[in-house]
């Protein structure tokens, strides 16, 4: 835990500059809190932390604060109303002007273009006060950035789980966050014609403003049922705003007449140069594609995701212990104050479990107060058992079955990076004795591409009949080899 903010001016230098700062080691003071991931996690953990006396460093791989809940569209376009496209915008304006009033004061280093690729302890420092050292590529031309922290918070968020399907890598075949990323961020729509498809409440929001800027929806494709809701009526009761934010999708696709099919799955993309048509099949309650019920319907994009799955590089890269929640995905482990199993790294948001941006913002307020040695508001504690209650029965409601796998052909890619198709990965487990992911990587190069298995890791675990695990691995992210080079010996 960071020291009494007493101990120190909160307005001095939070330990780093914009500039990239060189190799690790060098005399700048560590600053209180190193918070890694400006979305609305670490947003609200970092102007927090910074409002209750804490030295503060945010750092973030993109340009500009929101994560990818709160993307802007490049200001080059001149959009006149961006928050238009983003449900809950206050809560982000109030917070960014935050940002920016605590880092005029001095109080919150705010670090855009640096992507942390690794957190190491500083053995420099004294063990009865230890120190991180927090290693960054840094802006455009991949400079070398540190800083040294005395407690990190993790709101690395999380990417969309994709469950591939025979015609998936074609153009046009979009991630549905994707889609809406590019609607927030480009005011461009993925096509004119788009069919919304895989599992998850994210599919409302993306089919509504879809629809609202224009692009025809015919429909959206659900693969769980909703009726998967209704064991946990208690937790939606103490939800209203969720269930009023439900309503108010259901509503907006009534109006655009968008069809709603729920136990339904994209289970083939069609077309040559870009997709032209989907198979839409209905499903059994395991997911498995009921025979004769097939339709095709043409398009000319499908937005398709099931879900998120937390992105836990650098807190499984430092030992933080996870487990495997409600949705199949696996999560960090955390106390209530947002504790990680390694003392000094804490964090906030969807790390620790989907849960959607209002979470993510109680929690980040709920850690700072942590860190910063203050007892948490029970406003605040309360908020988060309720909403995470909410994301635990949201998971369950749209986990995946285990029969998706049943429209995979043999020559469906698996693994895009490397072209791996689902025979091999079945013939690795079937005929070469592969037991877990990490073994079929080893025979079929699956995961071993640019993205690291974060695409292919969940469909390879299942056909390999595991559950998915994570990866433990020293870099998060590229890394250029000069900046392993210019490390000292004692961070190789």
């Not at 006060?129 to 927090?134: G, S, T, Y």
């Not at 998967?228 to 937790?235: E, I, L, M, Q, R």
Request: neutral net charge.
């Amino acid at each position: 835990m960071a020291t009494s903010p007493s101990d120190r001016d909160p307005s001095g230098p939070a330990g780093s500059d914009r500039e990239p700062s060189g190799p690790a080691g060098s005399d700048r003071e560590p600053c209180d809190l190193a918070v890694v991931g400006a979305g609305p996690a670490g947003l609200a953990a970092a102007v927090t932390a910074a409002g209750l006396g804490l030295r503060v460093a945010l750092l973030d791989a993109g340009d500009r604060p929101g994560g990818q809940y709160y993307r802007h569209p490049a200001p080059g376009l001149g959009a006149a109303r961006p928050e238009a496209l983003h449900h809950g915008w206050d809560a982000f304006a109030s917070r960014e002007a935050a940002l920016r009033a605590h880092e005029a004061a001095g109080r919150i280093t705010y670090l855009p273009f640096h992507h942390v690729w690794t957190v190491v302890p500083d053995g420099a420092a004294d063990p009865a006060a230890p120190e991180w050292i927090l290693h960054a590529v840094a802006g455009p031309e991949e400079g070398h950035a540190s800083l040294r922290a005395r407690a990190v918070l993790l709101a690395t968020g999380a990417y969309e789980r994709q469950l591939p399907f025979p015609g998936w890598t074609l153009p046009g075949v979009v991630g549905a966050g994707g889609a809406q990323a590019m609607l927030k961020s480009g005011l461009v729509l993925p096509g004119k014609r788009v069919v919304v498809a895989g599992s998850g409440p994210l599919l409302l929001a993306v089919a509504g403003s879809l629809a609202a800027a224009g692009a025809r929806v015919p429909a959206v494709v659900e693969a769980a049922a909703y009726t998967g809701y209704a064991a946990h009526t208690p937790v939606l009761l103490r939800n209203p705003a969720k269930l009023a934010e439900a309503a108010t999708y259901g509503s907006a696709l009534l109006r655009h007449g968008i069809r709603f099919l729920t136990r339904h799955a994209v289970t083939e993309a069609h077309g040559s140069d870009r997709v032209e048509a989907v198979t839409v099949a209905r499903l059994d309650r395991d997911w498995r594609p009921v025979t004769g019920t097939a339709r095709r319907i043409p398009c000319d994009a499908v937005a398709v995701g099931h879900g998120l799955v937390p992105q836990l590089e650098l807190a499984t890269g430092l030992g933080c212990a996870t487990a495997s929640g409600p949705d199949g995905a696996v999560a960090l482990e955390l106390d209530p104050d947002g504790r990680t199993s390694v003392p000094g790294i804490w964090s906030a948001g969807e790390t620790g479990g989907i849960g959607g941006a209002q979470l993510a913002l109680a929690e980040g307020e709920i850690a700072a107060h942590a860190v910063a040695g203050r007892p948490v508001p029970p406003r605040l504690a309360r908020t988060r058992t309720r909403l995470r209650a909410f994301g635990a029965a949201m998971g369950a409601a749209h986990r995946p079955g285990p029969g998706w796998t049943g429209w995979l052909r043999e020559d469906t890619d698996v693994c895009r990076c490397e072209e791996v198709p689902a025979g091999r990965i079945r013939e690795a487990v079937e005929d070469l004795g592969a037991r877990d992911a990490r073994t079929v990587k080893l025979l079929t190069r699956a995961g071993m591409g640019w993205c690291q298995g974060r695409m292919c890791g969940p469909a390879v675990a299942a056909l390999t009949g595991q559950d998915p695990a994570p990866d433990r691995r020293p870099l998060s992210c590229p890394v250029p080899l000069g900046h392993l080079a210019e490390l000292p010996p004692a961070n190789h």
